[in-house]
C-alpha cells in the first residue's frame, strides 16, 4: 500500500455508524451525506459535475462487431476499474463519438435491474489509450470536475453502504427496478480535500489489487486441479508405486445400497431442528449451510427410514441443478429433499473417488444425456446407476483422491483470504469514507 494508506489515526471515539441515532461527538457534524468530519465539505453529486449526467448512445444491432470499443452494462461487473480488453466494437459516427466520448475517471451507472438491490451498479473508467471509447445508453455517466472531486474517491463513496441505501431507496420499481438522471444527481456525498480524497481512493485500491491478485491466483489453481483431474481419473497419468490395469464401473456396482432420494412431500418447515437439505444447498461441490430450512425430529425419523444420509455419502442434484455434487464430510444429523441423490459408496469406491469423478466432464456428458432424454429435465435413480467411470484398486483410488483433496483444501484456504479480505474492504470502506479514520 502506499505511505499514506499506512499512517493513519482515528478520531471521534463513540462514533456510531447508525447516523440516524448517533450522537455527533466532538470534532464532526450532522449532513445530508451522514456524520463526517468538521473539515469536510458535503454537496449533492450534480454539483461537482463539469457536465450534467447523460445516458449514452443507442445501440444498434447492425453496428456491433467493429468501429470503437463500447463501454456496456456486462463490463461494469467483470473488474475495477473497467476493462479495456472486454470491451466489445461498436461503429459510432463522429457526432456520437463527440457526444459520448469516455474521459478518465468517469463514472457509470446501470439504469436497470430486476431487483432493488442491483440498481445503480457502478464502475469508474481509467483510461491507459487515446483511442475514443463511448458508453451504451443503458448506462448513466457522470463525469467528475477535477477541480472539486478526484474521480475514484467520489465512485468509492458511490458503492459505499450509505450510497447504496440511497440509490436502491429512491429507485422506481415496477416489473424492474429503474433509476433516473435526477437520482444520480441528488446524491448526497462527503467532500475531503482533494489529496485526502485521492488517498482514500488510492488505498481501497490497493485492497482491490490484492482482491485481484487472489481472484487470478484461485483461479490457476483451480485450473490445475482441473487438469489433475483429467490426467489422474483416467490414468492418464499414475501416481508413483501403482500399477495395474483399471476397470469401467459403474455406479450401481460400487454402492452398498441402491440410489436412494430423500421424500416426495414437502414436510412442515420450523425455525430450529433437524437440517433438511436442498439441492440449493449444494454449492461449488461443497454443502453450503448459510441458508438451512429445518424439519421436526419426528419427520426425520420418519424420512431415515428411506434415506438417512451419513458421513461420506456423496449427494448429487437430480432435479432443478441436475450435476450438482458434495461429500458429506461431516457428521451431524440431517435429512435430504426428494431433488438430491444419495450415493454410497462399498468397500470397491473410495468416497471421494467417486465424488471427484462426478465432477469431470466424461461424467457430466452422461448426465447431460439422462437428463436430456427425459421428459421432467430430471436425472432418475436409475438412470444415475449406469453412469460410468475408470476405477483402480481402492489403494490407489485413496492416493489420488488425497491429491486432489489437497488442491481443494488449498484453493479453500485462498477462498477463505479473498473472502477476509473482502470484509476487511468493506470495514474499511465505512470507517474511510465516513472520516472516521483520516489518512496523513
Known sequence: ?????????????????????????????????????????????????????????FNAPGKKGHGIKLINVINLYHAIPILLESL???????????????????????????????????????????????????LIRACPDRSKVDGFFLFRYCTSSIARKYLVASAKTTTMTTVDQSVITRLPIPIPDIPEQRAIAEALSDVDG??????????????????????????????????????????????????????????KFLSEGIPFLSVNNLSHNRVDTADLRYISLDDHHEFSKKCKPQKWDVLLGKAASVGKVAIVDFDWEFNIWSPIALIRPDEQGVPHFVYFNLQTSHVIKQIEYFTNSSSQGNIGMTDIGKLEFFMPLPDEQQAIATVLSDMDAEIA?????????????????????????RLV
Open 1 to 57: 500500500m502506499s505511505s499514506e494508506a499506512t499512517q493513519v489515526h482515528e478520531q471521534g471515539a463513540g462514533y456510531s455508524t447508525t447516523d440516524e441515532i448517533q450522537e455527533v461527538p466532538s470534532g464532526y457534524k450532522r449532513t445530508d451525506a451522514g456524520v463526517i468530519p468538521i473539515d469536510w465539505g458535503s454537496d449533492i453529486l450534480g454539483n461537482v459535475l463539469k457536465k450534467p449526467v447523460q445516458n449514452g448512445v
Open 88 to 138: 466489445e466494437l461498436f461503429d459510432a459516427t463522429a457526432t456520437e463519438i463527440k457526444s459520448y466520448s469516455v474521459s478518465h475517471g468517469d463514472i457509470f451507472f446501470t439504469r436497470s435491474s430486476l431487483t432493488p438491490e442491483g440498481i445503480a451498479h457502478c464502475n469508474v473508467y481509467s483510461r491507459d489509450t487515446s483511442d475514443p471509447i463511448v458508453f451504451d445508453c443503458h
Open 210 to 267: 490484492l482482491l485481484g491478485a487472489l481472484e487470478a491466483l484461485i483461479a490457476k489453481k483451480r485450473a490445475i486441479k482441473q487438469a489433475a483431474m483429467q490426467q489422474l481419473l483416467t490414468g492418464k497419468t499414475r501416481l508413483p508405486g501403482f500399477s495395474g490395469e483399471w476397470e469401467t464401473k459403474r455406479i450401481r456396482d460400487i454402492t452398498k445400497i441402491p440410489v436412494t432420494d430423500g421424500p416426495h412431500l414437502t414436510p
Open 413 to 437: 484456504a485462498l477462498e477463505h483470504r479473498r473472502d477476509k479480505t473482502k470484509q476487511i474492504k468493506r470495514g474499511m470502506m465505512q470507517q474511510l469514507l465516513t472520516g472516521r479514520v
